[in-house]
DNA sequence: TTGAAAGCGCTAACAT
DNA sequence: ATGTTAGCGCTTTCAA
């Protein structure tokens, strides 16, 4: 006979978190009359040295509720689906005794069976931070409009965690999964299960531009026209000699900003010398350190702008330092639109990235993928951000 | 013969989130080799009126396996397991299949099975904001350490979906729960469904204060103690009239910090008149008002200590177009450590958190609890929160 | 309208 | 060291 301690092995054992959120309704059952099962009770012994005699606690069961009212447990089930052709008497009796017997279905047990957990797969870089929580906000409440579960695991911008999860959401039984690629993701391997077994992928935000095959349904940002929007605007408010904050060139994000920028000083008859284009990791510090670098030219410029809001709160204070006023001597726009560009002084402009709208139409392309198996990947979507023009390149 | 479009019942179906986070490893399994199933293929029109058949895609399981190395699926399971009485050659056999055969174990089936799904709930008011991406971060990274699966839920502040995540979780086989209230939350019998089933709670930040019975362990932050060491510190730095700014004082958190500027007052020899005390529901908005009502007073503060970083910013903006000073003129506290309270001008001292411990201790506890069922509910963890003095109010 | 029976994929007790 | 058997809790044919 096995021991108390015996824990059963885990090298199978996997961690994930799991957001979830509900919508739609199902009464919640409600109080008492526990049935115990024949299963053996546990006994353990305090911290404090008392022995205290378990009762397992059981959960009621379809088994235990279709006994007590002398049914099967296809027509409980039935009556608890709200199938059509179970009498309203018998459906009444099972949702009553279900209430009084607290009874919870077991999800896993369904999922199991029907063959389809009913749930989707997210995986984002990270869970902190703005974007990604507000782009998962989004994802939840689409997904609990049409009914539908949503995993969602981040990779630390790992690819190696990336893969895992990949892996754990696959065994996880997911319908379709959501990706937000790692920023060192170059290998794709990992994606291969995933279309092996026939689950639909949709990416958002980063994506694979050179990604063969028909997995490439996916959801981003023109990144592109948000630049070119800040840059216009930079233009239409008298600024001439407009700098720019870039990310990586290798990032796409940063690569399209970059040429938003350059088309929009063409279209507005701007030089758009190379002194002006500082390229860096793009944080506060070194925003700092690009703007002491802009400001140390022959020609200054009179406007920047940041492909990342941290950056341009570093400027600003550099800025500041040196005594130029903003927007009268030099104007800055950010992108992101993060919370913090509302509370500095001036407030920040920048560009936003319509997180909650990603998620929900990430959600819906997954959804379209779902419903029609097999054909072809939808074209990408590509939304429209939108400049939020503040006090910080308000000068007419 | 059922049609083709025959989807299920949706009546049971729940909505949620899951957030998985990686950590031990297993080796990925990885490539080719399909075993076609004996189930029925299904045949679907793409939009574009195609006709495509869809080869229904197979996931390869323990029983495959099996059947492929003429083992049972007992020592296959074992096998990959990493049981000890396997034979190494058998483990390697099959180890090799199954990468070959890119199995991926269904951990739905396993939970189901060992009636343990090793997962542990999360339930927090959003995910979105600062301080619960933080926290549920700290318990992904913990959970993970620890070999544990993670769900969390968002009660967005609602009662009632805070009672339906209550209901997703058990049903999901929770093992343990972690719950940070929703600030509506008055009546807890949604509770009583997770004691009946045994399954260990663990309150964190938000909790129950008059809430009976077994189920009080819980991690919180020491209010009274952030409070008390930004108040002291302001006494220290020679401010004399120090102001409060609260929110509604039902929340425990924020009579605590109330308590806290009182009682440092009180220990600094400093006078406590109500008119210094604004109460609201804080944020910069009502930090504005607040600091012009302050300033109205016929003897203004020169310190303001809030309970909440949004509405130091408010109060900062107020003070700075009244022309005072910051800190020379007055000084600002703030309370959260919110990532703008380094980024404004000046940048603000506030009490930090310990979100991340905060999720760790949470998850240490409910393993404690999880390891000893049946003992007593462990006493609070209060945790002690650490004042980060910046600009805002140094000025010795 | 209801019941009987089978089985989702996995694991574990009990053989051998 | 491996196989046999049974069953987790649910859903779903198929039959009555």
Redesign the interface.
């Known amino acids: 006979m096995p021991g108390l301690a015996e824990l059963?092995?885990?090298?199978?054992?996997?961690?994930?978190?799991?957001?979830?959120?509900?919508?739609?309704?199902?009464p919640?059952?409600c109080?008492l009359l526990p049935i115990f099962s024949a299963r053996p009770t546990?006994a353990?012994t305090?911290?404090?040295g008392f022995l205290?005699r378990?009762k397992a606690?059981h959960?009621t069961s379809i088994t235990d509720l279709a006994r007590a009212l002398n049914l099967s447990p296809s027509t409980v089930s039935r009556a608890?689906?709200?199938?059509p052709q179970v009498s309203e008497a018998t459906k009444q009796r099972v949702r009553e005794l279900a209430e009084q017997l607290?009874f919870?279905?077991?999800?896993?047990?369904?999922?199991?069976r029907?063959g389809?957990?009913?749930?989707i797969?997210?995986l984002v870089p990270y869970?902190?931070?703005h974007f990604f929580?507000?782009v998962?906000?989004g994802?939840?409440i689409e997904?609990?409009r049409t009914?539908?579960?949503?995993?969602?695991?981040?990779s630390n911008e790992d690819v190696r965690?990336e893969?895992?999860?990949i892996?754990?959401?696959?065994?996880?039984?997911v319908e379709g999964i959501l990706v937000s690629l790692a920023s060192t993701t170059q290998d794709f391997s990992?994606f291969?299960?995933v279309r092996?077994?026939?689950?639909p992928l949709v990416f958002f935000d980063r994506i694979v531009e050179d990604m063969a095959g028909p997995y490439t349904s996916a959801v981003v940002l023109d990144d592109h026209a948000g630049a070119y929007a800040a840059v216009a605007h930079l233009a239409g408010q008298g600024y001439r000699r407009i700098a720019h904050f870039s990310g990586p060139l290798h990032l796409n994000i940063h690569r399209n900003r970059h040429q938003g920028y350059l088309d929009a000083l063409r279209d507005h008859g701007l030089s758009a010398p190379e002194e002006l284009v500082f390229v860096a990791d793009l944080n506060?510090e070194t925003g700092t350190l690009g703007m002491r670098q802009l400001l140390q030219l022959a020609e200054p410029p009179d406007a920047v702008f940041s492909s990342n809001d941290?950056a341009a709160?570093g400027a600003m204070?550099v800025l500041?330092a040196h005594g130029r006023r903003i927007p009268a001597d030099v104007a800055v726009v950010g992108f992101s639109n993060e919370?913090?560009t509302?509370?500095?002084?001036p407030t920040i402009s920048s560009v936003d990235q319509r997180c909650h709208l990603m998620g929900l139409t990430a959600v819906q392309q997954l959804l379209r993928l779902l419903e029609?198996?097999?054909?072809?990947p939808l074209p990408p979507v590509v939304l429209t951000p939108e400049l939020l023009v503040r006090a910080s390149s308000q000068r007419l």
């Not at 608890?80 to 199938?83: A, R």
């Open positions: 059963p092995d885990r090298t199978w054992q996997q961690c994930q978190i799991v957001l979830m959120f509900t919508a739609c309704a199902r919640a059952p109080l546990r353990s305090a911290s404090t205290i378990m606690p959960r608890l689906t709200g199938h607290h919870q279905p077991n999800q896993l047990a369904a999922a199991l029907r389809r957990s009913n749930t797969g997210v869970i902190t931070g929580p507000e998962v906000n994802i939840a997904a609990s009914g539908h579960n949503v995993m969602i695991c981040q965690q893969q895992r999860n892996e754990l959401l696959m065994n996880a039984q990992h291969d299960a092996r077994a026939g689950t506060q941290l709160v204070q500041k919370a913090f509302a509370l500095t002084e029609a198996p097999g054909s072809a």
